[in-house]
Structures are given as C-alpha cells and as structure tokens.
C-alpha cells in the first residue's frame, strides 16, 4: 500500500523515497526498489536514490 502522501500527490518524490527506505529496513527488498524506481521516473538525477 502506497503511502497518504504519495497516493495524495503520486509525483511526491520523498514520499517514494521514504517509502522505500522504510521497506529496506523491513526487508522488503523488491517493494523498496520498485519505490525507488519510481522516484526515478520523476527525476532520473536524484543523487540520493543513485548513491543507496
């Protein structure tokens, strides 16, 4: 399930990221790329989805 802010405004990036993050410590590994993924349809230079 996708995150208020994110199913309120789906170009939220940080919604994304922090959905993603969260899904990491989880262990949800293949949900938290898919997140990050996304985040990188809106902006394929973000440093921080690039470097995790």
Do not use: H, W
Request: proline share 6%; charged share 20%.
């Amino acid at each position: 399930m996708k995150p208020y802010a994110v199913r309120l405004k789906p170009d939220f990036i940080d919604g994304y990221i922090n959905l993603a993050s969260a899904l990491v410590y989880v262990g949800d590994l293949e949900q938290a790329i898919q997140a990050y993924l996304t985040a990188l349809q809106y902006n394929p230079d973000l440093y921080c989805v690039r470097s995790d």
